[in-house]
């Protein structure tokens, strides 16, 4: 497995993880209005993840 495929993989695991956050979490996460800390830690995580991921394709 190539470091690239590991980030998008991460990457692409984070990104379910914080679906499924979403699905079940009953606070706010976009907006001035979010109120909710695990989501947004959830979603830098997903965010940096998925840089790594980019930055790493050819
Ligand atoms: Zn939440």
Request: aromatic share 2%; hydrophobic share 45%; charged share 25%.
């Amino acid at each position: 497995m190539t470091a690239t495929s590991q980030a998008e993989a991460r990457a692409a695991e984070l990104e379910t993880i914080y679906r499924a956050h979403l699905a079940a979490c009953p606070r706010r996460h976009v907006g001035i209005l979010a109120d909710c800390q695990q989501g947004l830690r959830l979603r830098s995580a997903v965010r940096a993840a998925r840089r790594a991921a980019d930055k790493g394709a050819p």
